[in-house]
């Protein structure tokens, strides 16, 4: 598979268009690509472009951009995963494999038992990182379509505003007698909800059963928040998604 670059902004087929900044350095100096080389680019939004590599210098790479492709990468299965904000990178873990995985979309949450406390400046910091995250994700995975990543809110802020068109709310719950695959097929729509490092509360889980979420296991082992994350969204690709 040709280099891939996530490029923010409009691409029209025929365009001439310019990167500087970590993006330049990355083709001229870590991949060492020259004048003529093919790369591929895209801006998340659905489409991707072969692009041609027309000048190099110091601070900035020209590329022309062909005939956009439509990729084909997403999947049918539309899936919000709700997710308690875990320390260091194992969030940046989440992110990175949840957007492989083929997620629509993340919101992070703050929860009784997360240890991570953010600042509304610190928030939307971190929303900026992850979203980083995500592209770059993407442009290893071969997905043209960025997952939408909220900025970071409350738990209980989050029930007050979620979203009210989805097939199945499910909430991870070591313990809980139902398994992902012992659950009817949602049409299209998934939101799931998993916890920080400590777990969700008693108030919590409590909440989320008032908001109409169900408990479901990934079986008898506890796995660890990014694991979960892992083996939760593989599954539910798995049984109804672009994995079966």
């Known amino acids: 598979m040709s280099t891939r670059l996530f490029v923010s902004g409009a691409l029209i087929n025929g365009a ?23 790369v591929t680019v895209f801006n998340g939004e659905g489409p991707e472009w072969p692009a041609t590599i027309l000048r190099i210098s110091k601070s900035s790479v020209s590329l022309t951009l062909g005939n956009s492709v439509e990729a084909g990468t997403e999947s049918p299965l539309k899936i919000h995963l709700v997710q308690g904000i875990s320390r260091g990178e194992r969030m940046d873990i989440v992110v990175q494999k949840a957007t492989e995985l083929g997620v629509k979309r993340i919101t992070p949450v703050l929860t009784e038992y997360g240890v991570v406390k953010l600042d509304p400046d610190r928030a939307e910091k971190r929303r900026e990182h992850w ?29 007050g505003s979620k979203p009210q068109a989805v097939d199945a709310e499910l909430i991870l719950t070591p313990g809980a007698t139902s398994s992902l695959a012992s659950l009817a097929a949602p049409q299209t729509k998934v939101c799931l909800m998993i916890g920080p490092e400590g777990g969700f509360s008693a108030t919590e889980c409590s909440d989320a059963e008032v908001s109409g979420f169900k408990a479901v296991s990934l079986g008898p082992r506890v796995l660890r928040t990014e694991s979960a994350a892992i083996a939760a969204l593989s599954v539910l690709q798995s049984l109804w998604g672009d994995l079966r």
Not at 24 to 35: D, F, M, P, W
């Open 16 to 38: 001439e268009i310019e990167l500087d900044g970590d993006r330049s350095r990355y083709l001229g100096k870590v991949l060492r690509a020259r004048i003529g080389d093919r």
């Open 131 to 159: 979203q980083k995250v995500a592209a770059s994700a993407c442009e290893q995975s071969g997905r043209t379509r960025l997952p939408l990543i909220d900025t970071p809110l409350p738990l209980k802020s989050w029930f």
